[in-house]
């Protein structure tokens, strides 16, 4: 039993060996594609590394051009000669340039009245050396010369230099962890993040909720059916800067039509700020509850504009269903209701898989619009404000790519997590 059972297994070939020119092949196309999987890990790579590389530095705006010596020179006549003033000012506020050394060429035939403290002259130089220039300090160095009178002129434009050894904090070896514990013990961080979710969540199911509809609508054939799908198309194609315009002025309070209307029709009983009120108290069964107005009004905005792109997916995959499964369910006698339940869903739960995963990932890093439409303010601050807000409104660079190694973070375990779940047949 045992030879036989292992007879096919001598018996079977081996897979025929490569030739020279398979091989010269082979090579010849890694080499080739090279250079793309090397341009392409360095746009993903670099900018990732660099920011987790800033998010245990403390970082901020000034810290990005290293400590340098700021040099300036002021010389004024006199009646024996002239008189020169070097006035050097560290640049950084935080580090201190070392071994600093301020010098020039001067003419041999001016006459130093007196050399200052640490400076030294030779026939055609004049070198002065500090051991430390502190930060955000200023130091004058003053020089006084007997000289002939048109010395001035060509003292004006002698051009001094300076040097000196500074560290560079983003090239150095010392880190901290001080940027991650500001980042989590902020009183607004949790408060950040859970608006986040509520706007990646619920602005991703309504687009696709949105988009699912729209194809359902559009699957069918009708006349003016072409010229309507362009029409659904609008809010994505159209430039968000001009979108989101519309909304604000559509929205306004004062002049609002949106506010005029609900007025007009009883709905408000005065006018709503939709994009600068962060919540109003809503009676609902016996239950009061606040009902955050800028931030669902957002979400609209999210749904409305990005609903396009699951229509398009969405109806792809509706038209490429096999018509005859519909039309045996008919014959069966279902219901649309059934047939929507039990045959189109299942075919476009893969699609509505990855939309989700992909809609999720762009929401959950949208900028623009929230910021556009409301700046982040009136409860609509999400990490990727947060993290412009931290880097360039505070110049806390470090803080911010703390918080986006956080939005990374969220976004790796999101995706890791959304692979491990859904069935692989249905991705």
């Known amino acids: 039993m045992t030879d036989a059972a292992s007879r096919p297994a001598r018996n079977a070939k081996a897979p025929p060996a490569r030739g020279p020119l398979a091989r010269a092949e082979a090579g010849l196309a890694r080499i080739m594609l090279f250079p793309s999987v090397f341009i392409v890990a360095a746009i993903v790579l670099f900018p990732l590394l660099a920011n987790f ?19 300036s020179d002021r010389v004024r006549a006199t009646d024996t000669g002239f008189t020169t003033e070097w006035r050097l000012r560290n640049t950084s506020r935080t580090a201190a340039i070392t071994n600093v050394v301020v010098g020039a060429r001067v003419d041999p035939a001016w006459t130093l009245e007196e050399l200052p403290e640490n400076c030294e002259r030779t026939p055609e130089r004049l070198t002065c050396k500090l051991e430390e220039l502190p930060p955000a300090t200023r130091i004058r160095i003053r020089f006084a010369f007997a000289a002939p009178p048109d ?9 001094p230099t300076a040097t000196g050894d500074s560290e560079n904090i983003l090239t150095n070896a010392s880190f901290t962890l001080e940027n991650f514990r500001e980042a989590f013990s902020a009183r607004e961080f949790w408060t950040v993040l859970r608006v986040t979710f509520v706007y990646t969540i619920f602005g991703t199911l309504a687009a696709i909720i949105l988009g699912l509809f729209a194809a359902l609508l559009l699957d069918r054939d009708f006349r003016g059916r072409g010229i309507l799908r362009g029409l659904f198309l609008f809010p994505y194609v159209a430039p968000v800067i001009a979108v989101a315009f519309a909304w604000v002025i559509l929205l306004d309070p004062f002049s609002g039509s949106v506010n005029a ?6 709905v408000l009983d005065g006018a709503v700020n939709f994009l600068g009120t962060r919540s109003v108290e809503i009676g609902l069964f016996g239950i009061t509850i606040d009902f955050p107005v800028a931030l669902s009004t957002v979400i609209a905005f999210e749904a409305w504009r990005y609903f396009p792109l699951s229509f398009l997916f969405i109806l792809a995959r509706m038209q490429s269903i096999n018509t005859e499964m519909f039309e045996a369910a008919r014959v069966d006698g279902a219901s649309p209701f059934q047939i929507f339940r039990y045959i189109s869903i299942p075919q476009l739960i893969g699609i509505m898989s990855v939309l989700f995963l992909l809609r999720f990932i762009w929401t959950f890093n949208k900028f623009d619009d929230i910021f556009l439409l409301t700046g982040g303010a009136s409860g ?18 470090g803080a911010g790519a703390a918080v986006a190694v956080v939005v990374f973070m969220v976004l790796l375990t999101f995706s890791l997590l959304f692979f491990r779940i859904m069935p692989k047949e249905e991705l």
């Open 380 to 397: 609509t601050r999400t990490l990727v404000v947060d993290v412009y807000e931290q880097a360039f409104a505070i110049s806390n660079l």
């Open 261 to 266: 209307y609900l007025k007009e029709a009883g």
């Open 53 to 71: 590389w800033i998010s245990f530095k403390p970082v901020t705006l000034g810290d990005l051009r290293p400590p340098s010596v700021l040099l």
């Open 151 to 159: 010395a001035a002129e060509k003292a004006d434009a002698w051009e």
